[in-house]
Every structure is written in C-alpha cells, then in structure tokens.
Nanobody, 126 residues
Framework: QVQLVESGGGVVQAGGSLRLSCAAS????????MGWFRQAPGKEREFVAA????????NYADAVKGRFTISRDNGKNTVYLQMNSLEPEDKAAYYC???????????????????WGQGTQVTVSS
C-alpha cells in the first residue's frame, strides 16, 4: 500500500550535516507512523527515529538524540531526517520505514514496521 524511496545520502566530514528524504507513495500515507533505521556492515538494523501521523510526537534513539531531527510533510508525502554533528559512528545505510495505523510511537524494532525503502548510504569521514 505504501512505497518508500530514500535519498540525500552522501559523504560528509565529521561535524557536518546531511538531510535525508523519504518520498512516499500511497493514499493513506498520512495515517502511518514513520521511522528511520540504519544498518552498518556486520551490525543489526537499529532504530534511529520515529514520528507519528500528525508530526506532533517524535521518538529518538539515545545515540542520535539532540543531533538528529525527524519531520514530515504530509502534503508532500515526504519524511525527513536532518542529521547534524555527524560522527564516524553514524556511517550506515539509512532506511525509511512505515508502520500501519495503530502502531505506537514507541515502536523501535524492524518487525513493527510494514514497509521499507531501499536505503541510502551515509558516510562520515574524519
């Protein structure tokens, strides 16, 4: 029901910023909980941030809290992840995910999300 395509990844120096975008198609996009996950080689996919359908409630992993900001524009069917003060540890493939209506903002595991994008690579150099 929902298709997701991430963009905005690239190479940035430590301390720099990037903004990732997730373009969504689907009639019911605005009713979905949206999240960002990331996965580095040899590591499990980990939760980064989530935002509820209205954009009024957000949830962040401790590792990114204070540095990353998730937002959404339902009129544009797009979710964003603004990443500031990037660190080498932030290097990973970043994935956009959508969860069906009714999924709570505290959902932080991949199994709680129903739709996934293809990922966009973020590389942070020092």
């Amino acid at each position: 029901q929902v298709q997701l395509v991430e963009s905005g990844g690239g190479v940035v120096q430590a301390g720099g910023s990037l903004r990732l975008s997730c373009a969504a198609s689907g009639r019911t996009f605005r009713t979905y909980l949206m999240g960002w996950f990331r996965q580095a080689p040899g590591k499990e996919r980990e939760f980064v941030a989530a935002i509820n359908w209205s954009g009024g409630i957000t949830n962040y992993a401790d590792a990114v809290k204070g540095r990353f900001t998730i937002s959404r524009d339902n009129g544009k069917n797009t979710v964003y992840l603004q990443m500031n003060s990037l660190e080498p540890e932030d290097k990973a493939a970043y994935y956009c995910a959508a969860a069906s209506r009714g999924t709570v903002i505290t959902a932080t595991t991949p199994r709680e999300y129903d739709y996934w994008g293809q990922g966009t690579q973020v590389t942070v150099s020092s």
